[in-house]
């Protein structure tokens, strides 16, 4: 990949992957709002972006057992779980926080950002090629709305 690529720029366009579920609320509240990586205090809320063009794995759901225990979901029990998969398409330079600058200046306590880090490794995601931003996302910044069919593939959705 490069070095254009890896600072988000030099893409054709940067993904919010997430399910339908949460696309509706998004497209009702017409923004991509931030939240945080975890629950600690003082941390910034964020919206992350992919340039993975299928779907990043990072973004697959988690589950919790009746015993308590956390797993994360892969990309078929997410689609199940969450109503289908969607994701939400930006100019590349809307989010130009990388991983690095993220861990950096996002107040999540480095344990946290390891979890997450080891997780979405695990799950097949690349954290190379994620951006963020700490504001929210408007709709008049939104440049694609799709929507995952298993026969077709990304379809695009009115917004």
């Known amino acids: ?56 794995p990072s973004a697959n759901r988690w589950w919790r057992s009746p015993e308590g225990t956390a797993k994360q979901l892969g990309k078929d029990q997410t689609i199940v779980l ?16 990388d991983w690095k600058t993220y861990k950096e200046q996002s107040g999540a306590p480095p344990k946290v950002v390891r979890v997450v880090y080891d997780a979405a490794i695990k799950a097949g995601s690349r954290p190379s090629l994620w ?18 069919d298993d026969e077709i593939g990304w379809v695009a959705r009115e917004f």
Do not use: C
């Open 1 to 56: 990949m490069s070095s254009r690529a890896q600072k988000g720029e030099g893409a054709n366009i940067l993904w919010h992957y997430t399910v339908v579920n949460s696309l509706q609320k998004i497209l009702a509240d017409g923004a991509i709002r931030p939240s945080p990586l975890g629950a600690a205090k003082g941390q910034k809320g964020v919206v992350w972006f992919s340039l993975a063009e299928d779907w990043d």
């Open 82 to 97: 969450g109503s289908g998969l969607a994701r939400i398409g930006v100019a590349p330079g809307l989010a130009t926080i």
């Open 131 to 148: 951006y963020a931003t700490f504001a929210s996302v408007p709709r008049s910044e939104w440049k694609a709305v799709e929507v995952w």
